[in-house]
């Protein structure tokens, strides 16, 4: 069954500490994304990429860097933590579905705190 | 301004009643639209989704919705809400501009009263 996981679930790390998540995808999207989730504010974009190699900035990339090395895999990257980090963090994967559309599948987020 | 707005933060409906979710997309998002829903602790489900064609689609565990160009609307709606249906609906809308990145409203949270 084509998925989208990702590690760890839960986080808990210190300020100025660096964090790496990990996003792992099987349907082969070419898309990936990595959003943050906080109260009040819905999803908002951080990081996404178009294939192995590529990222690109979303609507809010200050503090996080991304990496894919490869299409199955999308990494976000706190460099220095700060407690203004603390959240639940979503990868999804996708891709086109028709010339102009397209559909996003989500894994089941990680909770990190930054204390 | 707000791409995709869903004006109404939390929603409570008595068990058996119908729904009505409201969401409305602004001309920065194409006619692109989708609702996911999220459970407690868990990552974004997709309800349903307009390409084109009939404006109502029908979707998951009895929702469906309606798009309505002249409106700037996409609201979802269900006939008869079961306790299970509880949690948080998101609508949205796909970016203009390519890309395929999407623009969320902030969420609708759904109590279902017994």
């Known amino acids: 069954e084509a998925a989208v996981t990702q590690s760890p679930r839960n986080k808990v790390a210190v300020t100025g500490g660096k964090v790496t998540l990990s996003c792992n995808q099987t349907?082969?999207?070419?898309?990936m994304y990595w959003y943050r989730q906080d109260t009040g504010h819905g999803l908002r974009l951080i990081h996404y990429?178009?294939?192995?190699?590529?990222?690109e900035k979303g609507d809010i990339p200050d503090g996080y860097k991304a990496s894919r090395p490869s299409q199955e895999n999308f990494s976000l990257i706190l460099e220095l933590a700060t407690p203004s980090q603390t959240s639940v963090y979503f990868c999804?994967?996708?891709?086109?579905?028709?010339?102009?559309?397209?559909?996003?599948?989500f894994g089941p987020g990680t909770r990190l705190t930054v204390l | 301004a707000q791409s995709v707005t869903q004006p109404d933060a939390r929603v409570t409906v008595s068990e058996g009643a119908s729904l009505q979710l409201r969401c409305k997309y602004s001309s920065s998002v194409t006619p692109y639209l989708f609702w996911y829903v999220q459970y407690p602790r868990q990552g974004l489900q997709l309800l349903l989704k307009y390409y084109s064609g009939d404006p109502v689609v029908q979707g998951v565990n009895g929702f469906e919705a309606e798009f309505s160009k002249s409106n700037s609307s996409f609201h979802l709606r269900k006939a008869s809400v079961h306790w299970s249906d509880s949690a948080v609906y998101f609508c949205a809308g796909q970016n203009t501009g390519g890309a395929d990145r999407l623009t969320f409203g902030k969420g609708t949270q759904l109590i279902i009263q017994p």
């Open positions: 999804a994967s996708g891709d086109r579905l028709g010339v102009n559309y397209a559909e996003q599948f």
């Open positions: 349907n082969n999207h070419n898309n």
């Open positions: 990429s178009y294939g192995a190699g590529s990222t």
